[in-house]
């Protein structure tokens, strides 16, 4: 039995796939280049951009309404039963954490994940699972607003050093204060960026 050669038409054949296989690599890594890479950077200036906007309007009053004006049953109750200023710190700590919304749906958000948690234990047939699953359910919105703060107060920490460096080079060229901070508040992305717009925003400066 004399071994199988290979013939002219399969090594064409072989080529062509591999020629075929090597232009859909070089299509493939065209399109990566030339249509997803600028999207992706577009996205992340939009989202940087929808961030910004999102925090002057909310901290120049844009959900004041949801917080002024008449309180639902619930956020009645709960100026009942807690401190006179338990509404105003959720609404600073939603604020500070980057949640635009308004506290009555954030209170109903806690109430829909506590009854998702009830739910699933009374599926479990325990009625202390039930309890269990009911707060632990209605604490997940509060752990997810810590984590937003946490998160953010760690990205203002890492960008400090940059804003302080622009500051005092923006000082040692001959700008005034209010103009250094102007500057660093322009360059500076978000977190840091929006805050120092608001505080230039609401300083006597502006």
């Avoid at 996205?43 to 309180?71: C, H, N, W, Y």
């Avoid at 752990?143 to 953010?152: A, C, I, V």
């Avoid at 005034?176 to 925003?201: C, F, N, Y």
Wanted: glycine residues 8%.
């Amino acid at each position: 039995m004399t071994p199988t050669s290979i013939g002219s038409g399969d090594f064409w054949y072989a080529l062509a796939m591999t020629a075929v296989f090597a232009g859909i690599l070089l299509l493939l890594s065209l399109l990566f280049r030339l249509v997803i890479t600028p999207w992706q950077r577009r996205r992340e200036v939009a989202k940087r951009v929808q961030d910004e906007r999102l925090t002057l309007m909310a901290r120049a009053g844009i959900f004041r309404s949801d917080f002024d004006g008449p309180k639902n049953i619930i956020l009645r109750a709960i100026d009942k039963v807690f401190n006179p200023g338990t509404l105003a710190k959720l609404q600073r700590a939603l604020f500070q954490a980057d949640i635009y919304t308004g506290l009555p749906r954030f209170i109903n958000i806690v109430i829909v994940c506590a009854c998702l948690g009830f739910l699933a234990g009374w599926f479990l047939r325990s009625f202390w699972l039930q309890v269990a699953l009911g707060v632990g359910g209605g604490f997940l919105p509060f752990l997810y607003l810590r984590f937003r703060k946490d998160r953010k107060a760690r990205l203002i920490e890492a960008q400090m050093p940059d804003a302080m460096e622009l500051l005092a080079r923006s000082l040692r060229a001959g700008h005034t204060l209010p103009a250094a901070v102007d500057l660093a508040a322009q360059e500076i992305p978000h977190p840091l960026g929006s805050e120092l717009r608001l505080a230039m925003k609401n300083s006597a400066w502006a």
